[in-house]
């Protein structure tokens, strides 16, 4: 059998090699200038949307619609619900995905990425029950105890802390208490007991039963507010995961056994905190992908062995505003953003985008997609004040175009992006190519560059062909097709790339399936209008089945008829 192919047509009649090439300024200040404002955004959206996934939104058919306006990953936390509820949470999220994906016609790959930590270091109660409420003054001093006889009566003198390293702090640490008003409480320890710590009220506030305490630019053990004995997912029990999450190990025993894509770490510090949770994933969850939460100015002096040891980078931009002046805040920023880019590593930047969708909040979402974020994590409010006032008020209507507004923003960042003159990564381009795999993708990547191609597909197993053309950065859009389901959602960490999971029968040869497979990405290319008749792509591909990487590379013209088979 032959196959008549969609790019044999002659090359005179291509537009696009007769149109002139749009110059590349060589400054980014010259980019700027003449930047057209009444163009178009691009068509295609390279950087994720993540949205959390919770009881208020847990019904298929609002997921479904998140979905539809833009959402890539969806974000659970398993510490604020018990197994039965985070169950019936991915059986919404799955049938939602399977309905959207019918109506497509492809499979739709959704990341599923969860919260994983330790008990969190709390108050006890207070004297008087549990709605009790103390108000620290500023100025004034209180002291913390670790004491069990307090664990039921504080009071504004003396509050029970469930922390037993809480001697071990010293003398002008910081700790942060949430609060019932707006802010956090902030204390400066005095003075160090046998087992409680004088500290000065730095920033008032209300405090209830049970609050949340953060220690802040303290170190801490990996294990320091987690009693269980440490074990791996391979030894718990299927017994254990109907318990509540209380302790890390459950909560990814819980993950690897519905199949979750990746993990957060929050407060990851050292590269320790991530070789821990690998430890817990073992041989069963190695597939997993492990982010590193950066949250904390340790953190934060730890980036490059983070940004080594971790799969890639979540930035709380809130939290870290607690450890680090809010004026550094946009340093870290591009310090965190720019190390994951020059590693290949995706960045998750955390986003608040409101109903009226204000400039502050337009302006924060494109600075993070010109900075070079992966993925945008988007916090949407639920509790509405609006509903109070109007009964018909749909939030859920609302949280779709956030999302959909954060897309458009997102389309057109992207579209103003500097392509420099030396095409790509420049430092990628310049350094030994050691692996096979990494100079072809960089080869692919100049070959798209100098024929101005509009995709690049790769046929990949583990997506590590499709990351390697994400890291070199080039000015078209990847289309990676897998026959690998938790490839294909994974990949949806990385910016620039749309990995299509590919699940048809096997063909006879080799040859057939690659051509076949590359049929399948050309009628999603020309679905999703990314490909139009005349355009060049490029093609990377094994030419050998079981090889372990990719050792082709073609540049192709596209038709606009379809693959015909030739008897």
């Known amino acids: 059998m032959k196959m008549s192919l969609p790019w044999h047509i002659p090359l005179e009649s291509l537009p696009s090699l007769k149109e ?51 959402m890539t990953v969806a974000r659970l936390s398993l510490r604020d619900l018990e197994p039965e509820s985070c169950s019936h949470l991915i059986q919404s999220i799955r049938q939602a995905v399977y309905n959207y994906s019918a109506e497509l016609e492809y499979v739709y790959p959704l990341a599923l990425i969860v ?12 004297k008087g029950g549990p709605k009790t409420m103390v108000e620290l003054i500023q100025n004034e001093t209180i002291r913390l105890t670790a004491d069990p006889s307090w664990r039921e009566c504080g009071t504004t003198e003396c509050v029970y802390i469930g922390y037993d390293h809480l001697t071990d702090l010293q003398h002008g640490d910081i700790l942060f208490i949430d609060s019932l008003s707006s802010g956090k409480i902030k204390l400066i320890i005095l003075a160090v007991g046998d087992d409680s710590i004088e500290c000065k009220i730095a920033i008032g506030g209300t405090i209830g039963a049970k609050m949340t305490v953060r220690l802040s630019k303290v170190p801490r053990e990996c294990d320091s507010t987690n009693k269980k004995d440490h074990e791996s997912a391979d030894s718990i029990s299927p017994d254990s995961l109907q318990q509540p999450f209380e302790y890390t190990e459950d909560q990814i025993a ?42 904390s100015v340790l953190g934060l002096d730890n980036i490059d062995q983070l940004v080594t040891e971790a799969d890639g980078i979540f ?17 870290a920023q591009k310090v965190i953003v720019s190390k994951c880019n020059n590693a290949g590593k995706p960045c998750i930047c955390k986003a608040v985008i409101n109903e009226q969708i204000p400039t502050l909040c337009v302006t924060d979402i494109a600075n993070l997609v010109l900075d ?59 350094s030994p190519l050691e692996e096979p795999t990494k100079a072809i993708c960089v080869s692919a990547v100049e070959l798209a560059t100098r024929s101005r191609s509009v995709v690049i597909i790769c046929l990949t197993n583990s997506g590590r062909t499709a990351k390697m053309l994400s890291h070199a950065k080039p000015a078209c859009s990847i289309v990676a097709v897998t026959r690998t389901c938790h490839t294909a959602r994974q990949l949806r960490f990385w910016r620039g790339v749309r990995a299509m999971h590919y699940f048809e029968a096997a063909k006879s040869s080799w040859i057939l399936e690659v051509e076949s497979r590359i049929h399948a990405a050309l ?29 082709s590379v073609r540049l192709l013209y596209a038709s606009a008829r379809d693959t015909i088979l030739v008897e």
Not at 22 to 36: D, G, S, V
Not at 383 to 399: E, G, H, I, N, Q
Not at 400 to 426: D, S
Request: proline share 4%.
């Open 20 to 70: 002139k090439e749009a110059p590349i300024e060589a400054t980014l200040l010259k980019h700027y200038c003449n930047l057209n404002i009444h163009e178009n955004p691009c068509e295609e959206l390279q950087t994720g949307l993540m949205c959390e996934i919770g009881m208020n939104n847990r019904e298929p058919a609002v997921i479904q619609r998140l979905i539809a306006s833009g």
């Open 115 to 126: 919260d994983v930590r330790g008990p969190d270091i709390t108050t006890g109660d207070l």
């Open 254 to 295: 819980w993950a690897i056994a519905f199949d979750i894509d990746a993990v957060l770490v929050p407060n990851s510090q050292t590269a320790q905190d991530i070789r821990h949770v690998r430890s817990i994933l073992s041989e069963k969850g190695k597939h997993i992908l492990v982010f590193a939460c950066i949250d």
């Open 315 to 331: 930035i709380d931009r809130c939290i870290l505003s607690t450890d680090l002046p809010v004026e550094k805040i946009f340093i």
């Open 372 to 430: 070079g974020a992966d993925v945008l994590s988007l916090e949407l409010h639920y509790d509405s004040p609006l509903t109070k006032f109007a009964p018909s008020y749909d939030v859920v209507r609302m949280a779709e175009q956030c999302i959909a507004a954060a897309a458009v923003i997102c389309r057109q960042a992207e579209r103003i992006l500097w392509q420099p003159k030396i095409y790509g990564n420049l430092e990628l381009m310049q």
């Open 523 to 551: 009628d999603y290319c020309k679905a999703k209008r990314i490909l139009r008749a005349g355009d060049a792509y490029v093609v990377v591909t094994s030419l050998r089945r079981g090889v372990g990487y990719c050792d």
